[in-house]
């Protein structure tokens, strides 16, 4: 690769530690909510830590190559990462294909699991940012309209597996992008009001999906059978207490709450490390919204700063739909917390995302340091604010 398409820039820090934490935090948390399943199941404990141990070295790795790749080389390669998440998709139909709880949604790849679902979050992310940053030429060439398609498309594919809060997640941050793009909030209001409609029509029309709603109103009318995985993370969570039972000391994770490593791992957290734990939780994934928000703002062109508002609006709509499953503020539904649920695609794709954004924020430090000959004096928010300005 050549240097000229590298950033030589320096991280934003204030962003990097969060990152690092939640992952230290994930690692822990995996390994504690997993170890006496995996004992039990398997007799071996670390099965598990020792698979996300790998996924965590090769996301950092992932994270800290694509940071320094410059922003206009993944713009190019739109089609291609969006070709081989259809690729990804495809494999679900041959017999590499995995279901799993009633839905096919893994390929089985040499032992480990790929998810194309996850890269479908990010794939949607970086065509709709194409899309709106598309020249004149570009909207005539076919993989406009192939981008244009490809979000939509994922939404529903996601909700044949079916896995329709993944398909919530491409979707929310999809309309994210077009609301940094400035789309006119009254469309913006259409479709959240499409999508909304669409949610609670597949809810009360889909026999399994309005039982969970029936659930989710009184966990306690099935309290054996689907209303089970709700109780035991309320348990969880309520057992928790201000300060916690104390890393690895939880009960719920002793065969009575189903998928405690992954799913519900919050309420792990919040069972063994309590009120306290969870604020520091919330705490850093606020921070890094607040300075991925931040890194958009002063992007140095309008893909990057639209690229980087989705995936940060994506990593926050996810992270708060976990935390509200576990304390039943939303139906039950199965989605991992980003950096601390155990998932090899997930783990990866989201690390590499990261990395997208860590490489955006370069360019300050980089412009400072005069580090990147090429890089613009000011971002792409000052440029658009100073043509509104005359």
């Not at 570009?138 to 192939?146: C, I, Q, V």
């Not at 109780?231 to 201000?242: D, H, K």
Request: charged share 15%.
């Amino acid at each position: 690769m050549r240097n000229r398409y590298l950033i030589k820039g320096k991280w934003d820090n204030w962003l990097v530690l969060p990152i690092l934490v939640m992952l230290f935090i994930g690692i822990v948390m995996v390994y504690s909510a997993s170890y006496f399943e995996m004992d039990f199941k398997h007799d071996d404990p670390s099965k598990l830590i020792i698979k996300e141990l790998i996924f965590a070295l090769v996301g950092l790795f992932s994270m800290w190559f694509i940071s320094k790749i410059d922003h206009k080389r993944i713009r190019s390669w739109a089609v291609i990462i969006n070709v081989l998440t259809w690729a990804a998709y495809a494999l679900l139909l041959t017999p590499l294909g995995q279901e799993f709880h009633g839905g096919l949604r893994w390929v089985m790849i040499g032992g480990f699991t790929l998810m194309p679902s996850e890269l479908a979050k990010y794939a949607g992310i970086v065509a709709v940012a194409y899309v709106m940053t598309a020249g004149k030429r570009e909207r005539n060439s076919r993989s406009y309209l192939f981008l244009v398609v490809c979000p939509l498309a994922y939404v529903l594919f996601t909700l044949l597996q079916p896995d329709l809060s993944t398909a919530i997640v491409i979707a929310v941050s999809a309309v994210g992008v077009l609301f940094f793009a400035g789309l006119n909030l009254f469309y913006v209001f259409m479709l959240a009001v499409l999508g909304i409609s669409g949610v609670l029509g597949l809810i009360l029309f889909v026999g399994y999906r309005s039982a969970r709603l029936s659930v989710f109103l009184d966990p306690f009318i099935d309290p054996l059978g689907k209303g089970y995985q709700t109780i035991q993370s309320l348990y969880a969570v309520a057992s928790g207490g201000l300060q916690g039972a104390g890393i690895g000391n939880g009960k719920q994770k002793m065969l009575y709450l189903p998928l405690s490593y992954n799913d519900y791992i919050f309420s792990i957290y919040a069972e063994e490390l309590g009120f306290i734990g969870c604020i520091v939780l919330i705490m850093l994934l606020s921070i890094i919204v607040f300075r991925g928000l931040k890194i958009a703002a002063n992007a140095p062109d309008k893909f990057s700063a639209l690229a980087v508002g989705g995936i940060i609006v994506q990593l926050g709509i996810q992270s708060i739909m976990n935390m509200y499953v576990s304390v039943n503020l939303v139906p039950s539904t199965g989605i991992p917390f980003p950096i601390i649920s155990y998932g090899g695609t997930s783990l990866i794709v989201t690390l590499a995302a990261i990395g997208f954004v860590l490489g955006v924020s370069r360019y300050e430090s980089a412009k400072k340091t005069k580090a990147f000959e090429n890089i613009e004096n000011k971002s792409y928010h000052a440029l658009e604010r100073q043509k509104r300005n005359g």
